[in-house]
């Protein structure tokens, strides 16, 4: 087997090349991987501005969002205003198989996308963080409690793994202006913290967590989550893979990799499977949601009042 080939029409180059430290991995596992998976991940990734995260021999990685300037012409982009850069970005849109494999070539291993569509948002997304040296359960157990606030409140959700230590809870909402998402994330992350205050927590400040698992409430507009099915640079090339709400007490991030992922996927996709449609959210959750400070600006506002005491 040569380190070349070409697939429809792309050429992939040094294929046997480790991908990274302690991935565990080649640049073919990576390619092949996202080949495998591509009518299942294209779906994900389709229509939405694209982010990768690259990783280049010797280098450390980095998040690329406007495409370079030998991008492919058959390469569809979208120029749209970036708020954590301050400027226009012209993106890729990742839709098709030669695409996939074209940025699979440039050593893309992470894709992120945005939860908005049509300047509407698509999505909630509950970003559960453990803290450091949690086992696994305590996100799971986290979870759980987003997902009875979900019931509560009349709406049900998805669940992934990060890819990395935690978890993802994904609703599916009716197209609704980014500021109502927003609110009505905040809002969810608040009831479920209320649920069982000694599990988890929306404390932005590390320090304030206290060791439980942060429900992060901040994956809205401009910001972008990992595609499902999407590899990750970390330890053995871990994948961010749908698991049913029953099967969450029996996996680990780790059981989902470049390697399992994929055989794992015998029957369907899955993530679209058990995606429940669009839901209508309530008012008075949406209400709710905008009495809840931005918990990156409380933070900031926090974090300055905290140095001014210190200091004085």
């Not at 809870?169 to 000694?198: N, S």
């Not at 499902?228 to 059981?255: E, Q």
């Amino acid at each position: 087997m040569t380190s070349d080939e070409v697939r429809d029409g792309v050429s992939l180059t040094n294929l046997d090349q480790p991908l990274f430290a302690d991935a565990d991995a080649t640049k073919r596992d990576l390619v092949d991987y996202l080949d495998a998976v591509r009518d299942r991940i294209l779906p994900v990734l389709r229509d939405r501005p694209l982010s990768v995260v690259r990783v280049l021999r010797g280098q450390r990685p980095f998040m690329q969002k406007n495409v370079p300037k030998y991008t492919p012409d058959w390469v569809r982009t979208t120029t749209q205003w970036a708020e954590s850069s301050r400027r226009e970005v012209s993106y890729a849109l990742c839709d098709d198989r030669r695409t996939l494999l074209w940025f699979a070539n440039q050593r893309a291993v992470e894709y992120h996308v945005p939860l908005v569509r049509d300047g509407h948002a698509t999505h909630l997304v509950l970003d559960l963080d453990p803290p450091e040296g949690a086992a696994f359960p305590a996100v799971v157990a986290a979870a759980r409690l987003v997902r009875q606030a979900l019931a509560d409140t009349g709406l049900t959700g998805v669940v992934k793994t990060s890819g990395a230590k935690g978890l993802h809870v994904f609703v599916p909402v009716a197209p609704l202006p980014v500021e109502d998402a927003a609110a009505a994330t905040r809002a969810i992350a608040t009831r479920a913290e209320h649920l069982d205050p000694a599990t988890a927590t929306t404390a932005y400040i590390k320090e304030d967590r206290e060791g439980k698992v942060f429900l992060d409430s901040t994956r809205a507009g401009g910001a972008t989550v990992v595609a499902a099915y999407s590899p990750r640079i970390r330890p053995g090339a871990t994948v961010s893979f749908p698991v049913s709400w029953d099967d969450l007490d029996d996996v680990t991030p780790a059981d989902f990799t470049v390697h399992t992922a994929a055989p794992l996927l015998t029957d369907g996709d899955p993530w679209a499977d058990r995606m429940p449609a669009p839901q209508p959210l309530p008012a008075d959750l949406i209400e709710q949601g905008h009495t809840i400070p931005v918990a990156r600006v409380q933070a900031m506002h926090e974090g300055k009042r905290r140095a001014r005491a210190r200091r004085a």
